[in-house]
């Protein structure tokens, strides 16, 4: 499976990275003696500028190594692009992330060490990397190196985009805090009010069904809150861009949550929710507030559009993967086109064809962007008694 995350916003981000005026596969003497200087700043034998576009990463400038175009799977860079922060590997053997990376395992070039700086485009989009191989381990690089290290890729981003001497003015970021608080306040205001008045109708209830309804409503009304705190923390309205707040976490009780949350919703509708089962061996590393939407928006589309059986699981596949699927004992009707499902607004299709049971269908393709922002991949398998969705995460998740 593929292993490597795509960023939340790949599409404007490719677009951006199509047109920078300097970014071209001819190559100039100047990014030659960066990608040397960078190679002797950490005293290894290879050094190279990436540029990760949709499907593959090309090298404007490499030195020590003879490097061709090669397939995102084999890159390091995809991964050094997901943050503006620098990522270091002293011995990437020993990073469960890039183990058996293609370039890392035996039968490779088994690479070690790595440091590398995200080249960030005065856009704010990321487009590849500077960075230094070595085939042995390495102590982790100094603060003074690494300061360095951005300082060169600061060089290469204004060479391609052809900026002044002189660097134009960093236009303020207050608007942009000002807009988010602003948003945040107005979001989590009525939150409160609803949440507030949650509690107090629950405490003075005395069925215990009610009881129960008004527990998970609180409970949803505390998931959106830190989702809207999330989102507000880890974006960039300026780019789209979404970034994971990664924890380590009981994928077991996490399910049982989900489960908890949505059982008399699910109910009311006639339909049931079983006991979630897990299989996992250790907690893995997601974005919890994350994988939650994704089995939120799984269990509603099989509440709307599925059978009246629902469940949850987690496990490993063969390959060591992490998979965790929601099914029902609903079949998908024959003029729903599975590859149509992933795109935002339809639903299975033409849209002539689509059913009233609800949504934009606007669940499933950001379901999908948020686990490729996790490296996984997700699919919906139309099998001939039921309708599993399945989101795939890479084996380097787990937490022995």
Same mark, same amino acid.
């Given at each position: 499976?593929?292993?490597?995350?795509?960023?939340?916003?790949?599409?404007?981000?490719?677009?951006?990275?199509?047109?920078?005026?300097?970014?071209?596969?001819?190559?100039?003497?100047?990014?030659?003696?960066?990608?040397?200087? &960078?190679?002797?700043?950490?005293?290894?034998?290879?050094?190279?500028?990436?540029?990760? $576009?949709?499907?593959?990463?090309?090298?404007?400038?490499?030195?020590?190594?003879?490097?061709?175009?090669?397939?995102?799977? =084999?890159?390091?860079?995809?991964? /050094?692009?997901?943050?503006?922060?620098?990522?270091?590997?002293?011995?990437?053997?020993?990073?469960?992330?890039?183990?058996?990376?293609?370039?890392?395992?035996?039968?490779?070039?088994?690479?070690?060490?790595?440091?590398?700086?995200?080249?960030?485009?005065?856009?704010?989009?990321?487009?590849?990397?500077?960075?230094?191989?070595?085939?042995?381990?390495?102590?982790?690089?100094?603060?003074?190196?690494?300061?360095?290290?951005?300082?060169?890729?600061?060089?290469?981003?204004?060479?391609?985009?052809?900026?002044?001497? $002189?660097?134009?003015?960093?236009?303020?970021?207050?608007?942009?805090?000002?807009?988010?608080?602003?948003?945040?306040?107005?979001?989590?205001?009525?939150?409160?009010?609803?949440?507030?008045?949650?509690?107090?109708?629950?405490?003075?209830?005395?069925?215990?069904?009610? #009881?129960?309804?008004?527990?998970?409503?609180?409970?949803?009304?505390?998931?959106?809150? &830190?989702?809207?705190?999330?989102?507000?923390?880890?974006?960039?309205?300026? /780019?789209?861009?979404? =970034?994971?707040?990664?924890?380590?976490?009981?994928?077991?009780?996490?399910?049982?949550?989900?489960?908890?949350?949505?059982?008399?919703?699910?109910?009311?509708?006639?339909?049931?929710?079983? /006991?979630? /089962?897990?299989?996992?061996?250790?907690?893995?590393?997601?974005? =919890?507030?994350?994988?939650?939407?994704?089995?939120?928006?799984?269990?509603?589309?099989?509440?709307?559009?599925?059978?009246?059986?629902?469940?949850?699981?987690?496990?490993?596949?063969?390959?060591?993967?992490?998979?965790?699927?929601?099914?029902?004992?609903?079949?998908?009707?024959?003029?729903? $086109?599975?590859?149509?499902?992933?795109?935002?607004?339809?639903?299975?299709?033409?849209?002539? #064809?689509?059913?009233?049971?609800?949504?934009?269908?606007?669940?499933?393709?950001?379901?999908?962007?948020?686990?490729?922002?996790?490296?996984?991949?997700?699919?919906?398998?139309?099998?001939?008694?039921?309708?599993?969705?399945?989101?795939?995460?890479?084996?380097?998740?787990?937490?022995?």
């Amino acid at each position: 499976m593929r292993t490597h995350p795509i960023p939340f916003n790949e599409e404007a981000r490719v677009a951006a990275v199509q047109h920078v005026p300097g970014l071209t596969r001819e190559n100039e003497a100047l990014f030659d003696a960066l990608c040397d200087a &960078t190679a002797k700043l950490f005293g290894c034998p290879i050094a190279h500028i990436s540029v990760v $576009e949709q499907d593959t990463q090309w090298y404007k400038s490499v030195v020590g190594i003879e490097l061709g175009e090669m397939p995102k799977n =084999q890159s390091f860079c995809t991964h /050094t692009i997901m943050t503006e922060q620098p990522m270091i590997i002293p011995d990437l053997s020993k990073d469960p992330k890039f183990a058996d990376h293609p370039m890392v395992a035996e039968g490779g070039p088994q690479a070690r060490f790595y440091a590398g700086v995200p080249l960030i485009l005065s856009s704010g989009y990321r487009f590849g990397s500077l960075c230094a191989l070595d085939l042995v381990p390495h102590d982790a690089p100094s603060e003074r190196d690494m300061a360095v290290l951005k300082d060169m890729g600061r060089a290469i981003v204004a060479a391609l985009e052809k900026a002044p001497a $002189e660097p134009a003015a960093v236009p303020s970021d207050q608007g942009q805090s000002a807009f988010l608080t602003l948003v945040g306040h107005e979001l989590r205001t009525p939150l409160t009010i609803v949440h507030g008045a949650m509690r107090i109708l629950e405490s003075r209830l005395d069925d215990q069904v009610s #009881k129960k309804l008004a527990n998970s409503s609180i409970k949803s009304s505390e998931h959106l809150s &830190t989702l809207i705190d999330s989102i507000l923390k880890f974006s960039n309205i300026n /780019t789209g861009e979404l =970034q994971l707040n990664e924890q380590s976490t009981n994928m077991a009780k996490l399910l049982d949550d989900v489960q908890q949350n949505h059982q008399f919703s699910v109910a009311e509708v006639g339909k049931t929710i079983t /006991t979630p /089962t897990s299989d996992m061996h250790g907690e893995i590393l997601v974005d =919890q507030e994350h994988i939650k939407i994704c089995l939120t928006s799984l269990m509603l589309n099989s509440v709307l559009h599925g059978g009246d059986e629902i469940a949850i699981s987690c496990g490993h596949d063969p390959a060591g993967n992490v998979e965790i699927c929601v099914s029902d004992n609903g079949s998908i009707d024959d003029h729903v $086109e599975l590859a149509e499902l992933y795109k935002p607004f339809i639903v299975g299709g033409d849209v002539e #064809k689509r059913g009233t049971g609800g949504g934009l269908g606007l669940g499933l393709p950001l379901t999908r962007k948020l686990v490729e922002l996790h490296g996984g991949e997700f699919e919906v398998r139309a099998e001939p008694t039921q309708t599993v969705a399945i989101i795939r995460l890479p084996k380097w998740r787990t937490v022995n």
